[in-house]
């Protein structure tokens, strides 16, 4: 099958193609490089270790999709599962914590809820990444996704395979969550 072709098939087809064929693992990775990349770059705040564990992040896809099996979620879930994992090591690794970008997708999350971004003062925006951190995996990409991608409600329907109801009630229950742990960890009313 040529790679025109491939094209058109679903990440499912091509991740099972992708077991012989490195072209379809080639479409894989072209279909998804730039919102793996987005999501790490967000995490560790700078270019070269950006590009460096989206890079490992695909290794590691190639060396396992032997093993990928769907179960009804979208492939990009699973790589955002690889990812998410490198990042974690990463951080352990180099004794680092989550840096600056994380801090601005927070904002543009609150963006959405009537908070401007210079209404957070240092300390509060410190306390919104330790909240996002406490997410759900699914959670934090739906964040980065909306926020930072800035996706419509449809594409991460499309996405995460529910409805767009669905989404935005996630999205609510998130802002939700994040201001119940912003209110915990203050032990005061917020003013989110």
């Known amino acids: 099958m040529t790679t025109d072709a ?4 679903s ?4 991740a099972l193609r992708a077991r012989q064929d490195s072209d379809a693992f080639a479409v894989l990775f072209d279909r998804h490089h730039g919102r793996v990349y987005s999501y790490v770059y967000h995490r560790v705040g700078n270019v070269p270790d950006a590009e460096d564990l989206t890079s490992r992040v695909f290794f590691q896809a190639l060396r396992g999709i032997g093993s990928y099996q769907s179960r009804g979620a979208p492939f990009i879930s699973w790589l955002y599962r690889i990812a998410h994992n490198i990042i974690v090591n990463w951080h352990r690794d180099t ?8 801090e601005r ?5 609150f963006d959405g809820a009537d908070v401007t971004v210079g ?3 240092a300390e509060e925006r410190r ?6 951190g406490k997410l759900p995996l699914d959670r934090q990409i739906l964040l980065v996704w909306r926020f930072v991608e800035e996706r419509s409600t449809a594409e991460i329907a499309r996405e995460m395979q529910r409805t767009e109801g669905a989404v935005k009630a996630l999205l609510h229950r998130t802002i939700v969550a994040l201001r119940q742990e912003l209110l915990r960890h203050r032990g005061t009313e917020s003013r989110i």
């Open 119 to 121: 209404s957070l003062q």
């Open 127 to 132: 306390e919104l990444r330790a909240a996002i």
């Open 6 to 9: 491939m094209l058109g098939l």
């Open 95 to 102: 004794g680092r914590k989550p840096v600056e970008p994380l």
């Open 105 to 109: 997708a927070a904002d543009r999350a």
């Open 11 to 14: 990440d499912d087809d091509l």
